[in-house]
């Protein structure tokens, strides 16, 4: 409606195509009939129609089977005061869907002899609290205790802007560790910014121009990459948050500045092929991606609320066995997660905030739940 409640044309037009649109891609080729009715395909869609508003920010979604997709489509807005429709092309931030990515550039790298998992953080970064101590494997799964901020003020720098890396290595230098290398499991997007400047240490090029000759073109991702803020990129989606019912612009996070940890951009039909790549061999050797898809296990007990290999947790969600990763940024939040014993890909991209749609708790939960219903 305009200032005087008054429904344009337009307007119609806009709301009568603003729910699930299926974008006509060449990525994929689509699942059986048969198959889309065993794993509920129509009630799927339906089930995300009803996820956010008219005229709001949305999201996009891709569901598939032994690398047939069973439904993918989009809703709502990619850029609200434009009214530019999402589509399964729109580039969203992905977070720390990122650490996968990172995860495998270090494992590329030891494939290669360059580098140990078990090198010690001092052969790169001698500066660092517990330098001696810490392995890339503890900061490849979360165990090395490093400091990691946990709100803005810890970091208090305009989210905007991106830190310098000498600057924001220095606030990792100047804080304590939490624990020793292993002794407990702490969540670190400090450890990736980390992992990602090794891997520029060790290759000798950017994070982004070494993911790039990889990851990306090698796999045909056309349209994802390594970012600072979304308004440099063409057909993003621009981030927001929801207040009393109405979506307003949220901070435009410079994802640079943690890089390894979270500077991913991209698309579901990007990541459909990132997740059949990984999964099905064609990035790493049988040895490095079971190292990659197992979690660590504690000698003294300690038992951490989520299991994690590398970049990846290892998780039951609605009964059944998942290896993936959230994300979440302001403005945005992910979700990509791979069901091992059916083969399975289950990708969600949206441009608001998390908690912000119409579903209590993960919607993936509520997605594997009709995909497995009798």
């Known amino acids: 409606m305009n200032k005087n409640g008054n429904v344009s044309v337009i307007g119609l037009i806009i709301v009568s195509l603003l729910m699930v649109s299926c974008a006509s891609t060449p990525t994929g080729l689509m699942a059986s009939n048969e198959t889309k009715e065993k794993y509920h395909a129509a009630e799927i869609d339906e089930y995300f129609e009803g996820l956010t508003d008219e005229n709001s920010p949305g999201f996009s979604y891709l569901v ?50 360059k580098l140990r998992l078990d090198d010690k953080l001092e052969m790169y970064f001698p500066e660092l609290p517990n330098a001696k101590k810490i392995s890339i494997r503890n900061l490849l799964d979360h165990t090395s205790g490093m400091w990691e901020q946990e709100k803005d003020e810890d970091f208090p720098f305009p989210i905007e802007t991106e830190v310098p890396v000498s600057v924001h290595l220095s606030y990792i230098q100047k804080n304590k560790p939490y624990f020793e290398p292993g002794e407990k499991w702490h969540y670190c997007n400090n450890g990736y910014f980390v992992l990602g400047l090794i891997v520029e240490k060790v290759a000798g090029v950017s994070l982004e121009v070494y993911m790039n000759s990889k990851i990306f073109k090698p796999l045909g991702m056309k349209n994802s990459g390594l970012r600072g803020n979304n308004t440099q990129y063409k057909n993003s989606a621009v981030g927001y948050g929801v207040l009393e019912g109405n979506p307003y612009k949220e901070k435009d996070s410079n994802m640079a500045t943690y890089n390894g940890a979270a500077a991913l951009y991209s698309t579901v039909e990007d990541l459909f092929i990132w997740s059949e790549a990984l999964h099905n061999g064609k990035l790493l050797s049988e040895k490095s991606y079971k190292e990659m898809i197992s979690p660590h296990i504690f000698k003294n007990g300690f038992v951490p609320f989520v299991a994690y290999g590398f970049g990846l947790g290892i998780e039951d969600i609605a009964g059944h066995h998942t290896v993936g990763h959230p994300g979440r940024v302001y403005g945005f939040h992910s979700d990509i997660l791979r069901i091992p014993d059916d083969n399975i890909n289950y990708i969600f991209l949206s441009n608001v905030n998390i908690n912000q749609l119409k579903v209590k708790g993960r919607v993936a939960e509520k997605v594997i739940e009709i995909l497995y219903k009798p």
Do not use: H, M, Y
């Open 64 to 113: 598939s089977k032994d690398g047939l997709v069973i439904t993918k489509g989009s809703v709502g807005f990619a850029n609200v005061e434009n009214k530019t429709l999402n589509d399964t092309n729109t580039i969203f931030k992905a977070a720390s869907i990122t650490k996968q990515f990172t995860a495998v550039s270090i494992l590329l790298l030891a494939e290669q002899g």
